[in-house]
């Protein structure tokens, strides 16, 4: 939903979009980054200027890099301008743009509008954006067209346990509800799993799992399809026949209930980690099981950092921006990144590499944003989220089927996409 929204994880939370403290814990202090690769050198002098909204641990990486990129590159200067998310934003809307944007996700609709931006295809080979993980490109989509080239990725659901209650986390979800039911004690008030219960960003990673999407190649919303009617009927499920999870349960509840030992699996995001180890229990994280009826794993929406490069004539000036920011998304400056502030990487080379295998907890994120999905940057997110809520309130609730609900979604979704303004 854009600004009013943010990022779907940013609003739920209203946290940081970085990997906690937790994190800072579980990897080994002091762990050297190898420098990043040499960026070709451009001849010319040039300086460049980037704005970014980073908190301040992230300053301290992206200067770093900054002054490696120059030191090998001495005829570029590159100054960074720090700016609130608020401000970058409104900076742009207003048609201003510095020479390069890192921000969120939530940048996308406003660089893609502005007129002032490159399409990152325009400037990036197709051997340089393949090793980049699908979700981290398409958080920077809009229109069918890539934007930005992400370094950080983050924020997306997972599978959390408690390690007293759950030696291992179960692959798929015939044997995960099999031994939810043996966790499951409702006259105990104890429960297999909790998550928010009536919350569609938390349904969205099952319709994946049955193989469908919110939003078709066209940015239109696609709610009334096989596929949501089987994830409502097995959330359905988990609710009304197995009972497997509360009754009840918003955001505070579920995770009181793990917090508490009262749940043994908890589906929440990576925003929530400092919390529960501030709760000192022992827990692994997991991608969500996959889905036993089509052996596809649930793809959570997640969000990620790019780098925007600005329309510019200059030759010169675009081939500095074009070096800097293969630079600064190289791999080895996304170890650097994961070294340092426990930022997980949007690489693929990165995400199977050491640094995030030898730490279980890394390791667990990072096999869900694998195949996690970009929030969708496209301005139909902002009927899809109130087209979804009741319909799937009601499901919970037993009081609409899946498939009723599914055609109010869909009914609700079109009424307000043609009344948003320039339909």
């Not at 908190?55 to 770093?64: H, I, K, N």
């Not at 990165?350 to 096999?367: E, R």
């Amino acid at each position: 939903m854009r600004r009013a929204r943010r990022s779907q994880a940013r609003w739920m939370m209203a946290g940081p979009l970085l990997l906690t403290a937790v994190l800072l814990a579980a990897c080994a202090p002091g762990r050297a980054a190898p420098a990043p690769a040499a960026s070709p050198t451009v001849a010319p002098a040039v300086q460049l200027t980037y704005w970014e909204e980073e908190a301040d641990d992230g300053d301290v990486v992206l200067d770093g890099l900054a002054a490696e990129f120059m030191r090998q590159n001495p005829t570029i200067r590159i100054e960074r301008v720090h700016l609130s998310s608020e401000e970058l934003l409104s900076r742009i809307e207003a048609g201003a743009a510095a020479d390069l944007v890192r921000c969120s996700s939530d940048c996308t609709t406003v660089v893609a509008q502005s007129a002032r931006f490159r399409p990152a295809a325009e400037l990036f080979d197709r051997a340089f954006l393949a090793d980049f993980l699908p979700g981290a490109l398409e958080a920077a989509q809009f229109n069918a067209a890539i934007w930005g080239i992400p370094d950080n990725y983050d924020d997306c659901l997972v599978l959390i346990y408690n390690k007293a209650l759950v030696e291992a986390a179960a692959a798929d979800t015939d044997a995960w509800i099999v031994q939810l039911k043996t966790l499951t004690r409702p006259a105990e008030d104890r429960y297999g799993l909790a998550y928010f219960l009536d919350e569609p960003y938390w349904l969205i990673p099952w319709i994946g799992g049955f193989g469908g999407r919110i939003l078709d190649a066209a940015s239109r919303p696609t709610l009334d399809t096989p596929a949501m009617i089987a994830a409502l009927r097995f959330v359905g499920r988990l609710h009304d026949a197995e009972r497997v999870t509360p009754p009840q349960a918003d955001y505070d509840m579920a995770l009181d209930y793990f917090r508490q030992g009262r749940a043994a699996y908890l589906i929440d995001g990576t925003w929530s980690l400092e919390r529960l180890r501030e709760a000192k229990i022992a827990f692994g994280i997991a991608a969500l099981p996959k889905v036993s009826a089509t052996g596809l794993t649930p793809t959570p929406l997640a969000t990620a950092r790019h780098w925007f490069v600005a329309a510019t004539n200059d030759a010169d000036r675009l081939a500095a921006a074009r070096a800097f920011v293969e630079f600064m998304t190289s791999a080895p400056a996304q170890e650097r990144w994961l070294a340092r502030a426990q930022r997980l990487p949007s690489r693929r080379t990165v995400a199977v590499g050491p640094g995030v295998a030898a730490d279980p907890l890394l390791a667990g994120i990072m096999a869900q944003l694998s195949v996690a999905r970009g929030l969708p940057a496209a301005p139909a997110m902002q009927c899809v989220w109130p087209a979804m809520r009741p319909g799937l309130a009601a499901v919970m609730a037993g009081q609409m089927t899946p498939e009723a609900a599914a055609r109010a979604m869909q009914a609700e979704a079109d009424r307000c996409l043609a009344a948003m303004p320039g339909r």
